[in-house]
Nanobody
Framework: QVQLIESGGGLVQAGGSLRLSCAAS????????MGWFRQVGGKEREFVAG????????NYADSVKGRFTISRDNAKNTVYLQMNSLKPEDTAVYSC??????????????????WGQGTQVTVSS
């Protein structure tokens, strides 16, 4: 059974930091790019950041560049999202996902096939 379990969400003041973790099991996630997405209410899910299987390549949404950092520890099957200088507009449910393809760092949800349940991040002004 494939599982992705996020943790680390919570309530933080604007300007603060949080680190999200995504623990993977049931699949050799080491071989696959991983991504973080976020969603607010009924709005479309938004790509936040992605990382290649080796960690050598990363990609970020323009809205989080310079503030968020994605990383992974393949020995622990865990992906992280360090979020600094948080803004109220970062408030969302954040989910991690595993790519369908081992060779492509996708930017859309359609390119990922396994998802976590999500963790709420709330940034107060």
């Amino acid at each position: 059974q494939v599982q992705l379990i996020e943790s680390g969400g919570g309530l933080v003041q604007a300007g603060g930091s949080l680190r999200l973790s995504c623990a993977a099991s049931g699949r050799t996630f080491t071989f696959y790019p991983m991504g973080w997405f976020r969603q607010v209410g009924g709005k479309e899910r938004e790509f936040v950041a992605g990382i290649s299987w080796s960690g050598g390549s990363t990609n970020y949404a323009d809205s989080v560049k310079g503030r968020f950092t994605i990383s992974r520890d393949n020995a622990k099957n865990t992906v992280y999202l360090q979020m600094n200088s948080l803004k109220p507009e970062d408030t969302a449910v954040y989910s991690c996902a595993s790519s369908k393809n081992s060779y492509r760092l996708g930017l859309t949800g359609a390119e990922y096939d396994y998802w976590g349940q999500g963790t709420q991040v709330t940034v107060s002004s």
